[in-house]
């Protein structure tokens, strides 16, 4: 059970959590159509679709938001409980910066399980509808366009219908490393493996180079293999507009969207490193709630006679550094050098640590 101290110090800081995250989410939503005013009004966007637009963007911004006002809120509030000598009584009392961190520890938790949730299943949603919006109505402007290269495509046309490619390229309508599986009542019963297809506009079919057409039995023992020498056009029931419509960039999908993707790819024998980190730091990113408060504490402790301003200053490093980790070691997993979950959670360690540093100098 909380004690009446414990109610205090979370009072405090969700006031000013409620207050911060209202501020940046203001911020962020401003900032957003002043810049892109102009895109809107020289593609006539109605009114009503700018406005769902934005009401697709909230979520967005309350999750990148939601760090920067915790760690604001955890420094601000208990810089006030040191500015009024609250903390002094409280040290006088036998009470230790380690009891104190508890309703703040309790609160990071419980933030990071909310940040977990809104980021998959609503961030994700919004960004899908508003990029749609984005692409429909901006068009030539739109700042979400799909690229002419695509990487790691997965259909699924049916039940029994695995279809995978390597690349895609729109514009040429070629695509690389063919492989389409039909598994029938759970058993492989056919597969066709492609280096190249190219979409053929006069017959609307694809042409297959270097291709492999293999049956299988009931028992899953190879029956018959057709080797191509040379290119034929064949009938693969899909088409290059479906490749487009089906394709989703790893960042678009929630984490048990993207959990579903990585078995179907590994499956298919597609590299999946990018889907992996991206699946990981949607944990990892959660818990920046905790860690910015395990960080934020004892920068507000360390130097009581100058804590708002010492605080606030070292908030900002901190906030950005983490941001900045989160991103180099994201980029070192979507490369292969770093393993993917050590990549998602190099951010969360380094800071973690420092917080634990932090703490013995507090403490000393």
Known sequence: MLNRLDQYLIRQFLTILSISLLGFLSIFLIVDLIENLDRFMDNNVPVA?????????????????????VLISTVFSLGNIVKHNEWTVLKASGISIYRITIPYVLCGVILSGISFMLDNMLVAYGNEKRFEIDREFVKRKSRHKLKNILKNIFIQKNVSTHISLSKYYIRKKTGNNLTMIDLGERKLRKRIDAKKIIW????????????????????????????GKKDTLMNLGFIPGEIQQNYRKPEELDYFMLTKQIKKLKTNGVDTKRWEVTRLIKISFAFTNLIVILCGIPLVLIKEKNNLSF????????????????????????????????????????????????????RT
């Open 311 to 362: 605080g606030m200053g070292a908030s900002i490093f901190v906030i950005f550094g983490y941001y900045a980790l989160i991103k180099f070691g994201q980029s070192l997993g979507f490369k292969g050098i770093l393993e993917p979950l050590v990549a998602a959670w190099m951010g969360n360690f380094i800071f973690f640590m420092a917080s634990i540093i932090l703490f013995w100098r507090c």
């Open 200 to 227: 053929n506009q006069d017959s609307s079919k694809w042409a297959l180079q270097n291709y492999s057409i293999r049956y299988f039995s009931q028992a899953g023992s190879e029956t018959e293999v057709i080797l």
């Open 49 to 69: 679709i700018t406005l769902k637009y934005y009401l697709y963007t909230i979520p967005y911004f309350l999750s990148i938001g939601l760090p920067m006002a």
